[in-house]
């Protein structure tokens, strides 16, 4: 090595390996009813932004309920601007945002309502305020270790698989850009369900029918499948109790 060499600085002296363990960005989404909102209240120190009334009887700190975009932001704001102790924070629901979202696209450009912004413009719009609230959650998981968990109803949407024919599966009640948009942003997307089984019976006439068993275990899906959307970036079992302890027990690899 010449002495030229020798003066160099050493480009790779800034790197560094860390490990420094983060709470997880997390979506749940099922139908109504199912313990989404229970499954949030149970996380460490939740507090909730609700968009609908869909606490019921849960005691849990929350926000006014929210009606319009700016509040949402505004909301975010606050926990990251003041002093508190909460960790976790709790969006309820996603498709009552898309809502709140479509109307201030609509208002910002001066319509009633995003469908009459030409061309489907206004959902390539939205997408900007959906990063203002998704950015507004990365803030507050990085600088003051909060748990975000977003919650959404579901939908059941013909999916187009190219190696197979087109079949129904469920998926987050969201326009499908938005639903992309947050989908990747998720690192756990978790789908509430049941267990629902079927057998063929006696019908009418001697026919066969199908009826549907089972069905009073609710389940965490955590992997997709073609019945619904799911995933994880955390080695998770397939299935897990719908119930926020069993979910960080095999987040910790103690399942």
């Given amino acids: 090595m010449s002495k030229k060499d020798e003066a160099k600085p050493n480009a790779l002296a800034g790197v560094i390996r860390r490990n420094e ?23 460490p120190n939740p507090i909730f932004l609700c968009i609908e009334e ?9 926000f006014d309920l929210i009606t319009s975009f700016d509040q949402v ?3 975010l704001a606050l926990l990251w601007n003041e002093e508190h102790q909460y960790q976790t924070v709790v969006l309820d629901s996603l498709d009552w945002l898309e809502a709140l979202i479509w109307k201030q696209v609509a208002l910002d450009n001066g319509k009633n309502s995003i469908e009459e912004i030409g061309y489907a413009k206004g959902y390539i719009f939205a997408l900007e305020y959906w990063k203002q609230v998704l950015d507004g959650f990365n803030a507050l998981r990085e600088h003051k270790g909060m748990m975000p968990i977003l ?4 939908q059941v949407k013909p999916f187009n698989n190219p190696m197979t024919d087109p079949y129904d599966r469920y998926s987050m009640k969201l326009h499908e850009k938005a639903r992309a948009l947050v989908e990747e942003w998720a690192e756990c997307i978790l789908f509430a369900g049941s267990k629902v089984f079927t057998r063929k019976v006696d019908g009418k006439g001697g026919q066969k029918v199908t009826r549907a068993i089972g069905g009073d275990e609710r389940i965490l899906f955590t ?3 073609p019945a619904f959307v799911a995933g994880s970036r955390y080695a998770l079992p397939d299935e897990l109790p719908l119930n926020f302890n069993a979910f960080m027990e095999a987040l910790a690899g103690k399942e």
Avoid: C, W
Avoid at 21 to 43: D, E, H, L, N, S
Avoid at 54 to 62: A, M, P, R, T
């Fill in 54 to 62: 869909g606490l019921g009887s849960l005691e849990v700190d929350h």
């Fill in 73 to 75: 932001l505004h909301n």
């Fill in 223 to 225: 992997t997709e499948s």
């Fill in 151 to 154: 919650i959404s109803h579901s």
């Fill in 21 to 43: 363990q983060k709470p997880p960005r997390v979506v749940i989404y099922g139908p109504p009813k199912i313990g989404k909102t229970t499954f949030a209240a149970m996380a």
